[in-house]
């Protein structure tokens, strides 16, 4: 069993900057996907941003050339840059872990933090 936990979301004025952190802990031998999703209520959760174990990364339109997703394999945490922010970036940002490897080539389940709320004021 992985459990995630994030920090540093919170209440930022727009054109401001937050940086999450989302650390796994448990039995864990290799992550292959880490990534970022958010949701507002009674909306879809939607993917942020993802990144590889080989550091390959994805974003959503809506946060190209502003957020930067990253990670650090030694620490199984992983981070959101977030620049630029506006009031549209409002939600509650959950960090998840996929392809989590308990042992070589032993795969367990996907696993989701609890999520971190982010404001941004206009």
């Known amino acids: 069993q992985v459990q995630l936990v994030e920090s540093g979301g919170g209440l930022v004025q727009a054109g401001g900057s937050l940086r999450l952190s989302c650390a796994a802990s448990?039995?864990?031998?290799?992550?292959?996907?880490m990534a970022w999703y958010r949701q507002a209520p009674g909306d879809k959760r939607e993917l942020v941003a993802r990144?590889?174990?080989?550091?390959?990364?994805n974003y959503a339109d809506s946060v190209k050339g502003r957020f930067t997703i990253s990670r650090d394999n030694a620490k199984n945490t992983v981070y959101l840059q977030m620049n630029s922010l506006e009031p549209e970036d409002t939600d509650v940002y959950y960090c998840?872990?996929?392809?989590?490897?308990?042992?070589?080539?032993?795969?367990?389940?996907?696993?989701w933090g609890r999520g971190t709320q982010v404001t941004v004021s206009s």
């Open positions: 998840k872990a996929e392809g989590v490897q308990t042992g070589w080539g032993v795969y367990g389940n996907d696993a």
């Open positions: 448990g039995t864990i031998f290799r992550i292959n996907v």
């Open positions: 990144v590889n174990s080989g550091g390959r990364t």
